[in-house]
């Protein structure tokens, strides 16, 4: 008997194959079904969640809650720091930063430039999370200045100090640049300080979604854990 012979490769799957296999495969249910048991008593809590479920993306002490009282949950203990970036074209970078703005709980998210910007992103937390817009720089300055809120650029220029040095003040705004061009000139100008994320790979800079998150992380340190720089 000979033995059945082996095919050298393995034949490739069409894309009619990979769609009808993907269709067969039961796909993960997000969030949670229905309450069960006896209804909790309150008024954050939204009886059509309760009713259908909940497959929002939240944690999970906010299922079954009503939108605005996740709000203003958050509302209460939002921490001290903001988050700018500038939108001169579209950056695609936006949506990103407002969904770790979220995770990391910043005051508000300011758009600086072209008020329209890419939520996709954001994965919804845009609907909890503040965001303020500003036509030009000197909007934003002036009302950065008069909330008292320190102006810290995030980018590499010549005069940058490290952030991994820098004593980050509690009530600042971290500031991002658009993609490619970095922080503009008038942005600079107005920075108390701008700091560099120190890298180590080849290539000179990292985005501005990465960035922010960094940034975001080493004032959480500093100010929630009480890490001090250096």
């Known amino acids: 008997m ?10 490739p799957v069409t894309a009619q194959e990979g769609e009808a296999a993907a269709e067969a495969e039961p796909k ?10 006896e209804l909790p008593a309150g008024e954050h809590w939204d009886p059509d969640l ?23 949950d958050l509302d209460s203990k939002r921490h001290n720091f903001h988050i700018a970036i500038e939108n001169w074209q579209h950056d695609m970078n936006i949506g990103t930063v407002v969904r770790s703005a979220n995770a990391f ?19 919804v937390t845009d609907r909890y999370q503040h965001i ?11 009302w950065a ?25 509690k ?10 061009p970095g922080l503009s000139p008038e942005v600079h100008q107005a920075a108390v300080d701008t700091l560099s994320i ?17 940034a975001m992380h080493a004032w959480i340190r500093r100010h929630v854990f009480n890490q001090l720089p250096g």
Not at 107 to 118: D, F, S, T
Not at 156 to 164: G, H, K
Not at 171 to 180: I, N, S
Request: aromatic content about 8%; glycine content about 10%; some cysteine.
């Open 2 to 11: 000979t033995e059945p012979e082996i095919p050298s490769e393995i034949p």
């Open 28 to 37: 993960a249910e997000v969030g949670v079904g229905p309450w069960e048991g």
């Open 50 to 72: 309760l009713a259908d479920g909940d497959r929002r993306n939240v944690v999970d002490k906010y299922r079954y809650w009503k939108h605005e009282s996740i709000v203003a």
């Open 105 to 123: 709980l910043a005051k508000e998210v300011h758009i600086i430039g072209r008020r329209r910007w890419n939520r996709r992103g954001a994965m």
């Open 132 to 142: 303020r817009h500003h036509p030009t720089v000197d909007d934003f300055v002036a």
């Open 145 to 169: 200045q008069g909330e008292g809120l320190a102006i810290i650029g995030i980018d590499i220029f010549p005069d940058s100090v490290p952030l991994e040095t820098y004593e980050l003040p």
């Open 171 to 180: 009530d600042c705004v971290l500031v991002f640049g658009q993609e490619g």
């Open 198 to 214: 120190e890298q180590f790979g080849s290539t000179r800079s990292i985005n501005a979604a990465s960035a922010a998150a960094i």
